[in-house]
């Protein structure tokens, strides 16, 4: 079991690294192209490829630590990182504070701002993922030869979004190895 | 339930700058809505939290859930120049920096790509709250994504419930294999005797230890497979007591 498990762990590991390298490739490809050349295509699908691979290793530290917080859709994630994830988190805070330890408590608030910051991160990546899917009528902008924008989020800063979360889940499962053990 | 024109009708009324258009989810009510977001003098973000937070109710009270996504040109901008400036200096220890902030509080969440020194951490942090205050920011935290692993009181209180009576030899090992690292020399007696001190454990004639009924309370319990009780009844049939 443990190792079926542990395939599965570096299967969907390898996926995410290989969804950003597809992003990134989108991405170079969207800017080499002229508008004739369809370059609005691969734009939007940079901006899809980023949020998936941002998802993906998301759903994956939640599944790490509590599996029935992962079998959630897209929509239900943020919600679970702003209730089950904080909630869990202030009560550990507080038996910290009962027993006088301030490092769980600080870890432990730390934890809350990466949760939060995560909600928001995957809110962000799935309304513009809706966009980049469902709403083709709102082209992509490019803004110069570096940059494109879909409805205000350069890619830039969507090229930012996994590893910005992979930041923050790392401040998760410091707080969260502390509180398993 | 308002429709995307209607609610971007109503937003603008309410004086609320938006960013691209309103979007609904698709396997969920949410609206979601990009607001274009300023500073003013005092580096106060505008519209401020309090605006966009009741604006939310407002708009809950007419039946629609919305969630604002804020577009923060010159907080990216920041971001990316300070990023520029700790790599170009810390090459070796810095492999990512973000910054998040509200009013002039910034904080700051390193990847680091090594384990570094105090020395390091401190021209680190001069370097960040040198920049920040350029830009009006004040330092608020460093949070760094790696090489902090040391075990907590708290976690170490609820290895000792788990397997007490324990011996400090047979609970470092006990931490090391739950992925924490302790360090040499005698970091975790020191700790130890620091709880016993503090009554948070007692050390038993045979020189191991056990929680005082203080600690017991304040870890508390909760009902189902989890439960602190049970796994520590299963860890005693395992050892055969």
Same mark, same amino acid.
């Given at each position: 079991?443990a190792s079926?498990?542990?395939i599965?762990?570096?299967y969907?590991?390898?996926?995410q690294?290989l969804?950003?390298l597809?992003?990134h490739?989108?991405?170079?490809?969207?800017?080499?192209?002229?508008?004739?050349d369809?370059?609005d295509?691969?734009?939007?699908?940079?901006?899809?490829?980023?949020?998936y691979?941002?998802?993906?290793?998301?759903?994956r530290?939640?599944?790490?630590?509590?599996?029935?917080w992962?079998?959630?859709g897209?929509?239900k994630?943020?919600?679970v990182?702003?209730?089950d994830?904080?909630?869990?988190?202030?009560?550990?805070?507080?038996?910290?504070?009962?027993?006088?330890?301030r490092e769980?408590? =600080?870890?432990?608030s730390?934890?809350?701002s990466?949760?939060?910051?995560l909600a928001?991160?995957?809110?962000?990546?799935?309304?513009? =993922?809706v966009?980049a899917d469902?709403?083709?009528?709102?082209?992509?902008?490019?803004v110069?030869?570096?940059?494109f924008?879909?409805?205000?989020?350069?890619?830039?800063?969507?090229?930012?979004?996994?590893?910005?979360?992979?930041?923050?889940?790392?401040?998760?499962?410091?707080?969260?190895?502390?509180?398993?053990? | 339930?308002?429709?995307?024109?209607?609610?971007t009708?109503?937003?603008?009324e309410?004086?609320i700058?938006l960013?691209?258009v309103?979007?609904?989810?698709? $396997?969920?009510?949410?609206?979601?809505?990009?607001v274009?977001v300023?500073?003013?003098?005092?580096n106060?973000q505008?519209p401020?939290?309090?605006?966009?937070?009741?604006?939310k109710?407002?708009?809950?009270?007419?039946?629609a859930?919305?969630?604002?996504l804020?577009?923060?040109?010159d907080?990216?901008?920041i971001?990316s120049a300070?990023?520029?400036?700790l790599?170009?200096?810390?090459?070796?220890?810095?492999?990512?920096?973000?910054?998040?902030?509200?009013?002039?509080?910034?904080?700051?969440?390193?990847?680091?790509k090594?384990?570094?020194? $105090?020395?390091?951490?401190?021209?680190? !942090?001069d370097k *960040?709250?040198?920049?920040l205050?350029?830009v009006? *920011?004040?330092?608020?935290?460093?949070?760094?994504?790696?090489? $902090?692993n040391l075990p907590?009181?708290?976690?170490?209180?609820? !290895?000792i419930?788990?397997l007490a009576?324990?011996?400090?030899?047979?609970?470092k090992?006990?931490?090391?294999?739950?992925?924490?690292?302790?360090?040499?020399?005698?970091?975790?007696?020191?700790r130890?005797d620091?709880?016993?001190?503090?009554?948070r454990i007692?050390?038993?004639?045979?020189?191991s230890?056990?929680?005082?009924?203080?600690?017991l309370r304040a870890?508390?319990? *909760?009902?189902?497979?989890?439960?602190?009780?049970i796994?520590?009844?299963l860890?005693?049939? !395992?050892?055969g007591?």
């Amino acid at each position: 079991m443990a190792s079926i498990f542990g395939i599965f762990h570096t299967y969907k590991l390898r996926i995410q690294i290989l969804m950003e390298l597809v992003a990134h490739h989108l991405e170079n490809e969207a800017l080499r192209r002229s508008s004739a050349d369809g370059r609005d295509q691969f734009g939007r699908s940079a901006f899809n490829r980023y949020y998936y691979a941002t998802f993906i290793s998301i759903q994956r530290a939640l599944r790490n630590h509590r599996p029935h917080w992962s079998n959630n859709g897209h929509a239900k994630l943020p919600r679970v990182l702003r209730d089950d994830v904080v909630k869990e988190l202030r009560a550990n805070c507080d038996k910290g504070k009962k027993v006088g330890d301030r490092e769980i408590t =600080r870890l432990c608030s730390d934890g809350i701002s990466a949760a939060k910051a995560l909600a928001s991160i995957l809110d962000e990546g799935y309304a513009i =993922r809706v966009i980049a899917d469902y709403f083709p009528d709102i082209a992509v902008d490019f803004v110069s030869t570096k940059d494109f924008k879909l409805n205000a989020i350069t890619v830039t800063h969507a090229h930012s979004w996994p590893s910005r979360a992979s930041g923050f889940v790392a401040i998760l499962e410091r707080a969260w190895r502390q509180i398993n053990a | 339930m308002l429709s995307e024109h209607e609610l971007t009708i109503s937003l603008n009324e309410m004086g609320i700058p938006l960013a691209g258009v309103v979007i609904s989810g698709l $396997e969920t009510d949410v609206s979601f809505v990009f607001v274009r977001v300023t500073r003013d003098r005092d580096n106060a973000q505008r519209p401020s939290n309090l605006i966009l937070h009741d604006a939310k109710k407002k708009l809950s009270e007419r039946g629609a859930n919305i969630e604002f996504l804020l577009v923060d040109d010159d907080a990216q901008e920041i971001e990316s120049a300070l990023r520029a400036t700790l790599r170009r200096s810390f090459d070796k220890e810095i492999r990512n920096l973000f910054l998040s902030w509200e009013g002039k509080k910034g904080k700051i969440l390193i990847e680091p790509k090594c384990a570094y020194g $105090e020395d390091v951490e401190d021209a680190i !942090r001069d370097k *960040i709250r040198i920049f920040l205050s350029q830009v009006g *920011i004040e330092l608020c935290s460093i949070v760094r994504t790696a090489g $902090e692993n040391l075990p907590t009181m708290l976690a170490c209180l609820s !290895r000792i419930r788990h397997l007490a009576p324990v011996t400090e030899q047979l609970l470092k090992t006990d931490l090391i294999s739950r992925g924490f690292s302790i360090p040499p020399d005698d970091w975790l007696r020191r700790r130890l005797d620091s709880m016993r001190r503090s009554g948070r454990i007692v050390r038993l004639a045979n020189g191991s230890y056990a929680l005082t009924l203080g600690s017991l309370r304040a870890l508390g319990t *909760i009902k189902g497979r989890a439960s602190p009780d049970i796994t520590r009844m299963l860890a005693l049939a !395992r050892r055969g007591e």
